[in-house]
């Protein structure tokens, strides 16, 4: 369980990132963090690995006060991808980077083989093996940062932009690895801008504003709070549009494309 108790964290330059955040993050919950640029998404989740620590309040990670604890201890419960994987890649190959992590925390070399070449194949970059991490486009880094996460197993995996520089069928898979994390009672935290990618993972979303959680919950619910959205600069998915414009509707919004056209044909087949 992640666990914000009034956190307040003011940068360096006086500007207030986060401003008394209370919220809490179950073990095995799916939750999505929504709202404009600065609004104090990507410091919050800095919080829950121990980089930042609250100016005031305390942030609890399975109990563990990250004031108290060093940052190494908390990376093996929590894996977090950044929005810029520049900032975490730094081996001399894709494989040195994979293997780098395991090793550190004490696997066996057989281990740390099977766990590369499974990372490697799931995001399609074995091709890059003893290729330099420098060599790949933003979107095959972003994939390298969540292979090497995944690859040691956290308790908890944070992903923050994850969709950046990613493909359609990319971001297809990364939705399908975020669902079997789901399945295997993983605590997944998505920081992101991309709506439409969210929508159908149907997620608990935390909207952020100016530092302040102003609305948390399902996402059925929130993504149809209008004001709530506008007010946070945040987008509402297209399919939750489409359903409000249905005279004849069922009383959820499509959780994705296949179900809306599954209603759509069976509302108007003869």
């Given at each position: 369980?992640?666990?914000?108790?009034?956190?307040?964290?003011?940068?360096?330059?006086?500007?207030?990132?986060?401003?008394?955040?209370?919220?809490?993050?179950?073990?095995?919950?799916?939750?999505?963090?929504?709202?404009?640029?600065?609004?104090?998404?990507?410091?919050?989740?800095?919080?829950?690995?121990?980089?930042?620590?609250?100016?005031?309040?305390?942030?609890?990670?399975?109990?563990?006060?990250?004031?108290?604890?060093?940052?190494?201890?908390?990376?093996?419960?929590?894996?977090?991808?950044?929005?810029?994987?520049?900032?975490?890649?730094?081996?001399?190959?894709?494989?040195?980077?994979?293997?780098?992590?395991?090793?550190?925390?004490?696997?066996?070399?057989?281990?740390?083989?099977?766990?590369?070449?499974?990372?490697?194949?799931?995001?399609?970059?074995?091709?890059?093996?003893?290729?330099?991490?420098?060599?790949?486009?933003?979107?095959?880094?972003?994939?390298?940062?969540?292979?090497?996460?995944?690859?040691?197993?956290?308790?908890?995996?944070?992903?923050?932009?994850?969709?950046?520089?990613?493909?359609?069928?990319?971001?297809?898979?990364?939705?399908?690895?975020?669902?079997?994390?789901?399945?295997?009672?993983?605590?997944?935290?998505?920081?992101?801008?991309?709506?439409?990618?969210?929508?159908?993972?149907?997620?608990?979303?935390?909207?952020?504003?100016?530092?302040?959680?102003?609305?948390?919950?399902?996402?059925?619910?929130?993504?149809?709070?209008?004001?709530?959205?506008?007010?946070?600069?945040?987008?509402?998915?297209?399919?939750?549009?489409?359903?409000?414009?249905l005279s004849s509707k069922p009383l959820e919004p499509f959780a994705d494309a296949l179900e809306a056209r599954r209603w759509v044909e069976g509302a108007?087949?003869?």
């Amino acid at each position: 369980m992640i666990e914000f108790q009034d956190v307040t964290f003011v940068h360096q330059n006086g500007v207030k990132a986060l401003d008394g955040v209370t919220l809490k993050i179950e073990s095995g919950e799916t939750v999505a963090l929504v709202g404009e640029n600065g609004a104090g998404k990507t410091t919050l989740v800095k919080h829950v690995t121990g980089l930042l620590k609250p100016a005031s309040g305390r942030v609890l990670v399975d109990g563990q006060d990250t004031k108290a604890t060093s940052t190494a201890r908390l990376s093996r419960k929590v894996g977090v991808a950044f929005q810029n994987p520049d900032h975490q890649l730094f081996s001399e190959s894709v494989e040195e980077e994979m293997s780098f992590a395991l090793r550190n925390f004490g696997f066996p070399p057989e281990v740390v083989r099977n766990r590369v070449a499974w990372g490697l194949e799931l995001f399609g970059l074995e091709e890059y093996r003893k290729s330099s991490p420098l060599v790949l486009s933003g979107g095959e880094k972003k994939r390298l940062t969540l292979a090497c996460i995944l690859a040691w197993d956290p308790d908890v995996v944070i992903l923050d932009e994850p969709t950046v520089g990613q493909d359609s069928l990319q971001k297809e898979r990364l939705a399908g690895t975020i669902k079997l994390l789901k399945s295997a009672e993983k605590t997944v935290v998505v920081v992101s801008h991309d709506i439409e990618f969210l929508w159908p993972i149907q997620p608990r979303v935390v909207v952020m504003k100016a530092g302040k959680v102003v609305g948390d919950g399902p996402a059925p619910r929130i993504m149809q709070d209008e004001a709530l959205l506008a007010s946070a600069r945040v987008a509402q998915p297209q399919l939750v549009e489409f359903h409000r414009s249905l005279s004849s509707k069922p009383l959820e919004p499509f959780a994705d494309a296949l179900e809306a056209r599954r209603w759509v044909e069976g509302a108007f087949r003869p």
